[in-house]
């Protein structure tokens, strides 16, 4: 079928930037990308390009632009963009080869909870938007209660099997939670932290997801931002896991030819891909 997903591409940088910034992603300058179906997308000017995309979802004036912000150490998104009601991709990307269309995308979903007619219509889009996703982060506030809209919107994603390893769950505004925490830096107190152990029960409870998959944060106060960048690597290490298989697999052949093709250019990247590389492959390589 033919793929109908637009991507405005707000932001072109090469990896090492983002890496400077946020030292967690070091290990994505080594991805090997696949060139196949899944990975691949079409530029302005006809070319084809290929990439690992990490994409946020959630209600307007949840964080998702703060939050990538603050990842990409940039005020790239556009933030309290309330009229943003256009169903466009925004992408920040980050080039991963030097001569290949190699790239890893920070991607935000604008639009989101703006529509009444939505969800139904929404459905197949959503699904597109997984499929051409190695990672989901879906936001929620922890302080609110509402959850109608993402019962709609990730129950569904949650619940499909394929997909479902995709997602993680990022609770962002902690800091609002009650009692307010007065101490600069935003540290939560003893009652907050309850009230965020009862605020995960009631997550986990209501979209049925492991406590494994739920993260809480806050974008503005800078509070858990690792554990998002973390959880981000954690399920990139799986869903990317069949580009480094294959990755491997080309390396093995290639020692059997008795090539001098060294590790690291395979695995792409400047001088900061090497050691990273070799930590998420060597994981990998332990899991089997
Ligand atoms: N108190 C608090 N405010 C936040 C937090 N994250 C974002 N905001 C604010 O929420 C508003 C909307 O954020 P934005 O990133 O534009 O949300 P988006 O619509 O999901 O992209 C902005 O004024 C942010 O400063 C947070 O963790 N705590
Ligand atoms: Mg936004």
């Not at 079928?1 to 090469?14: P, R, S």
């Not at 290639?254 to 998420?280: C, D, N």
Request: glycine share 6%.
């Amino acid at each position: 079928m033919e793929e109908k997903l637009l991507v405005d591409i707000i932001y072109n940088a090469h990896i090492t930037e983002l890496v400077n910034n946020t030292h967690e992603f070091s290990g994505i300058a080594a991805l090997n990308i696949a060139e196949n179906y899944a990975n691949l997308w079409h530029l302005k000017g006809g070319e084809v390009a290929y990439w690992i995309q990490v994409i946020f979802i959630g209600k307007t004036g949840y964080g998702k632009s703060t939050t990538l912000n603050k990842i990409c150490g940039k005020e790239l998104f556009k933030t309290d963009d309330i009229k943003s009601c256009t169903k466009t991709l925004s992408s920040a990307l980050y080039k991963i080869h030097d001569t290949k269309n190699y790239y890893f995308s920070l991607c935000d979903l604008p639009g989101i909870g703006e529509s009444t007619q939505t969800n139904n219509t929404y459905a197949y889009y959503y699904d597109s938007i997984l499929k051409k996703s190695h990672c989901v982060v879906y936001l929620l506030r922890a302080d609110k209660r509402d959850y109608s809209l993402d019962l709609q919107i990730l129950k569904p994603m949650l619940e499909n099997n394929e997909q479902e390893k995709k997602i993680m769950v990022a609770v962002n505004w902690v800091d609002a939670i009650k009692p307010v925490s007065l101490s600069k830096p935003f540290q939560p107190n003893q009652q907050q932290l309850e009230n965020i152990e009862e605020k995960s029960l009631e997550i986990q409870k209501i979209f049925k997801v492991p406590q494994t998959k739920i993260f809480f944060y806050s974008a503005t106060e800078e509070y858990n931002m690792d554990k998002i960048s973390k959880g981000i690597i954690g399920i990139l290490e799986k869903t990317v896991k069949h580009e480094l298989t294959v990755a491997e697999q080309k390396l093995q052949k290639q020692a059997q030819f008795k090539t001098a093709l060294k590790f690291g250019g395979l695995f792409l990247g400047g001088a900061a891909a090497g050691i990273a590389g070799a930590r998420l492959y060597d994981h990998l390589k332990k899991k089997k």
